[in-house]
């Protein structure tokens, strides 16, 4: 089954608004974590947020979770054009391995 | 700060060819990791390799793959004879712990690019 489909698929947005991408997915977690990925680079960790948590908070990063719908959204304030990148979640199996989803392409503005 | 570091950057070989990635992880991490991008698509799980074997691999991960970690620091990925969908980026990574229900975060390498022609 899919785990972390997020949408939208792409966003574009103006430098200073504010950036709200969702993920869903299908299986119960243990976790589950938001990466971001610059054009052709690799994947740096934004945050992680634990199946018991609602809600946690990181500089301009603010990401939820609702277990009860399978679902995490992940809110970039103040967007700035560094932030134009590829943002994925990823759940984490039991064994520890990610699973990620198609990702959202944010385009910011300058 | 600690990186994951991979050799090269950028790879081209002809199919059929045998192809070794190479990465380092980061010093005090004990799991290993090895994930394919093919382009425009989702990141995907190959492997993961703890405690000198393998611990999972994915229906992608066949005959053809392999992994070692050959010394204390680095950790390999072989492709023994390359196809044409192999072309990806490839990326290695490590992290601290990778039990079952525990929440670690896995650092990632810049990638891989491989080019099968």
């Known amino acids: 089954s899919q785990q972390g489909e997020e949408d939208p698929q792409a966003l574009s947005i103006q430098e200073g608004e504010n950036a709200t991408m969702n993920c869903s997915y299908k299986?119960?977690?243990?976790?589950l974590q938001w990466y971001r990925q610059n054009s052709g680079r690799g994947l740096v960790h934004l945050i992680l947020?634990?199946?018991?948590?609602r809600e946690k908070h990181s500089g301009r990063l603010r990401v939820t979770l609702d277990t009860s719908k399978k679902s995490s959204s992940l809110l970039i304030t103040a967007s700035r054009a560094a932030d134009t990148a590829s943002y994925f979640c990823?759940?984490?199996?039991?064994?520890?391995?990610?699973?990620f989803g198609q990702g959202t392409t944010l385009q910011v503005k300058p | 700060e600690p990186e994951v570091t991979q050799t090269p950057s950028h790879q081209v070989t002809q199919m059929g060819q045998e192809v070794i990635l190479r990465c380092v992880p980061i010093?005090?991490?004990?799991?290993f990791y090895w994930y394919r991008q093919i382009l425009g698509q989702k990141v995907e799980f190959l492997v993961s390799?703890?405690?000198?074997?393998?611990?999972?691999k994915s229906e992608i991960f066949d005959d053809q793959f392999s992994v070692e970690r050959p010394d204390g620091s680095n950790f390999t990925l072989k492709i023994r004879s390359t196809k044409l969908e192999d072309s990806a980026m490839y990326f290695c990574?490590?992290?601290?712990?990778?039990?079952?229900?525990?929440?670690?975060?896995?650092?990632f390498g810049p990638g891989t690019r491989l080019t099968v022609t």
């Open positions: 990574a490590s992290s601290v712990g990778g039990t079952a229900g525990v929440a670690y975060e896995q650092y």
């Open positions: 299986t119960s977690i243990n976790n």
């Open positions: 947020i634990r199946s018991n948590e």
């Open positions: 990823a759940t984490t199996s039991n064994t520890g391995k990610l699973i």
């Open positions: 010093s005090n991490h004990l799991y």
């Open positions: 390799f703890y405690n000198n074997e393998i611990s999972e």
